[in-house]
Structure formats: C-alpha cells, structure tokens
C-alpha cells in the first residue's frame, strides 16, 4: 500500500467513527425539537390531519388559509389515481420537521403503499403551515418556503413523500439525495 492509499483508508474510518459517534446526538436533538414544538401546532397539525385520513373537507377546510379554503374538495385529499396505490393508515402522531415563530414543517405516516412500492417510499405527508392571527393554518409554500435540500453532493436518502398544498391537493416531492440528514423540505405549491 502506498501513502495515498493507507491517508484515504484512515480518512475514511475517521468519518465513520465520526458519524456513528454523532448520530446519538443528531437524532436526540431532532427529538427534542419536536418535543419542544408549540402545542397549538401540533394541535392543529393533527386536526388538519385527521381531517385527510377521514376524508372529510369540511374539516380541513377549517384548518386553510382563508384565500384557499374555498377551494378545498374532497378530490384533493387523496392522491391521483394514476399515482402508486395507497391505504389511508393515518398512525395519529405529527412530527414537527421544522420550525420558526411563523412558519412549520409537519409530518405524519398516512398511506401505507401496496406490496409493489417499498415501504418507506410514499407513506409520509408532509404540511406547511403558517401561524395566521394566532393560529396555525395549512399554506401553499412557494419555492423559498419549500426549502428544497437536494444537492448533487447529497449523501443522505431522502425517500418520497406528499405534501398537501390548499391550492392544489396532493403534490409528490420524488426521492432525492441531501447534504442533510433529515429532509425538510416540501413540494413547491405556488
């Protein structure tokens, strides 16, 4: 072995020591930033929720933006039919992706894909929100609100979820490789 190779093999234990030495921590932070979440967001997450995995719009019209509640319809809750083919199994918990004082990422597991899609893939809805006059209400995110992290140096897997966007319905954000080891981000809805 020369001195080239025996550097590179060195390196790279030294970066698997390291992130298996860091994963504890990342994932504890990660837990701590959802248990640390506003109440009333994850209150209302889970209503809007809910609302899907019943099906029922009138719910979840509740929980939109004034300019897009109008447009809420019982056709938008579900994915298209030419999509994979997906069960509601809504599993009741939100996970807070991310969060400010005005704006959140939230998700839930809430289909649960046929035998011919693997099972991460697909099962995850993932809801911007907004913080409106006090209360936390589902928004269509433009690009800059997304938060797009796929990157072509990205490590990370990133599997694909659904993001539900008030103006449109279900909107499908691919799998995608990240520099971050959670994704984040949400389809562009506007």
Not at 145 to 166: I, L, R, V
């Amino acid at each position: 072995m020369n001195l080239t190779t025996k550097l590179l093999a060195v390196s790279t234990a030294c970066m698997i020591a390291l992130g298996v030495a860091l994963a504890p921590r990342i994932a504890c932070a990660q837990a701590a930033a959802t248990a640390n979440a506003d109440p009333a967001l994850t209150a209302a997450a889970k209503k809007i929720f809910q609302g899907i995995a019943d099906d029922d719009a009138d719910a979840v019209k509740a929980t939109v933006v004034s300019k897009y509640a109008k447009k809420v319809t019982k056709d938008e809750l579900r994915p298209e039919q030419t999509g994979p083919k997906l069960t509601v199994a809504y599993d009741s918990s939100v996970k807070v992706l991310r969060a400010t004082d005005k704006d959140a990422v939230v998700q839930a597991t809430m289909f649960a894909p046929a035998s011919d899609v693997p099972k991460g893939e697909a099962s995850k809805l993932d809801i911007y929100m907004v913080k409106e006059k006090g209360n936390w209400l589902a928004d269509a995110p433009d690009k800059k609100e997304a938060g797009d992290d796929a990157t072509m140096q990205g490590g990370w897997y990133h599997p694909g979820a659904f993001t539900y966007c008030p103006n449109k319905g279900l909107e499908y954000l691919g799998s995608h490789f990240s520099n971050k080891l959670n994704c984040r981000a949400t389809a562009v809805c506007r």
